[in-house]
């Protein structure tokens, strides 16, 4: 009967990993999409063919990626654990 109950106790483990696994890609994936936006946006930034008004929207924007990626940051847990760790300084969070 042991070998029955830690066999279950093995496969709770596993679906619980599997489910933190699966949580951190996709936080990890939206994290990478808005980074590859905001390469994009610098890039466009670094044109001389910009007005001030026209990058004060482009650092908008840029701001407002940096938001999101803190907001992932600070809502991404697994059974009340922070996975990503949040900090309130923008761009210090860290992969726990």
Not at 22 to 30: S, Y
Request: proline share 1%.
């Amino acid at each position: 009967m042991e070998r029955i109950s830690n066999l279950d106790e093995f496969l709770s483990a596993t679906r619980e990993n599997l489910d933190l696994i699966i949580l951190v890609r996709e936080a990890l994936h939206r994290i990478e999409n808005i980074l590859g936006e905001m390469r994009t946006l610098s890039e466009r930034a670094a044109s001389d063919n910009l007005t001030s008004s026209e990058r004060s929207t482009l650092q908008k924007k840029i701001n407002n990626h940096i938001a999101e990626i803190d907001r992932i940051a600070a809502f991404t847990e697994y059974k009340a654990n922070e996975i990503i760790s949040h900090d309130e300084q923008p761009g210090n969070n860290k992969l726990h």
